[in-house]
């Protein structure tokens, strides 16, 4: 399965001349119906919708594709219908005219001071009466077209993201292959210059050879700390944890929140390293991998 982003654009557009069946239709002024989806990330999905007044009555129609179609992104929905300019105006029928004279009348009889219509009133209204309740019609399959293109966008960014992240994970691979030798190397490296450093002191305190009751304390002392200062653990769940995201990236779906997840376990365990660290190149190393995970993390979070 595709790695799906939840940043991305779709926008459609309708006309009424498509849709022009007889002269009538073909008298009346050019509609257009126009719907935009915009989607960026978010913990879950997040609906709003921009209607104008004639297509509110669609929207949990919309509500209901785009929850079959969507899984988590901030999603907001515009729609709305312009009538264009046209050579020729709407003739209104006898019946429109009676409508629009009988709510006229009622109006007037509670708002005495209401205007009255003017023809431009009339003709733009006969306009809406026409094209627009067609286009309203329109709206289901013209999101689905949408709707379907804003998964094609979806897609597209993330497949970018999953190569990026593909990218990063092959850089902290090759930097846990660098440390893994180092480990052995410093842990025996601070054990004996530990012994050393108890030797000495022990020197200047007695001014004798150190009894073997201290030699077997300085022992414990030293391989205690030498511990202490093994990242060798934290290298394991840490390869651990880049297979894991990996196998994710590969596999495709709806994976933003479990890759969330592993990138706040690999930047914990590469902290650790880096506060373990006994030595110059194990600290630029944690640095180093600190740096990628950082730029993993802000790229996971746009993923479904």
């Not at 190397?185 to 150190?210: C, I, P, S, T």
């Amino acid at each position: 399965m595709p790695v799906y982003s939840m940043t991305g654009y779709a926008g459609v557009q309708q006309s009424s001349a498509d849709n022009a069946a007889g002269p009538e239709s073909r008298a009346l002024p050019a509609c257009r119906l126009g719907l935009e989806i915009r989607s960026v990330n978010s913990r879950f999905l997040d609906l709003s919708f921009r209607l104008s007044d004639e297509l509110r009555q669609h929207e949990p129609a919309l509500r209901e594709l785009l929850t079959q179609q969507l899984k988590r992104g901030k999603v907001e929905v515009r729609a709305g219908i312009e009538t264009a300019g046209a050579s020729s105006l709407p003739e209104p029928s006898p019946r429109m005219l009676q409508r629009l004279n009988a709510l006229q009348d009622n109006v007037r009889a509670w708002l005495p001071d209401a205007r009255t219509l003017s023809v431009a009133d009339v003709i733009r209204l006969s306009a809406v009466e026409g094209n627009t309740a067609e286009l309203g019609k329109e709206l289901l399959p013209l999101a689905t077209r949408a709707v379907a293109a804003l998964l094609e966008a979806r897609e597209r960014e993330g497949a970018r993201l999953a190569a990026m992240l593909l990218d990063r994970l092959s850089q902290l691979q090759q930097l846990a292959r660098q440390a893994a030798p180092l480990i052995p190397q410093l842990v025996e490296q601070q054990r004996n210059r530990f012994l050393e450093r108890w030797k000495e002191a022990m020197a200047l305190a007695d001014g004798a050879a150190l009894p073997e009751a201290a030699q077997d304390r300085a022992l414990t002392e030293a391989t205690a700390f030498a511990i202490r200062i093994d990242v060798a653990e934290e290298l394991t769940r840490l390869d651990s944890h880049l297979a894991e995201i990996g196998r994710l990236v590969t596999k495709g779906g709806e994976i933003g929140k479990r890759l969330d997840f592993l990138i706040q376990e690999l930047h914990r365990e590469a902290n650790t390293m880096g506060s373990k660290s006994a030595a110059l190149e194990l600290t630029r190393i944690s640095v180093d991998m600190k740096v990628l995970i950082e730029q993993m993390r802000e790229q996971v979070q746009n993923i479904e």
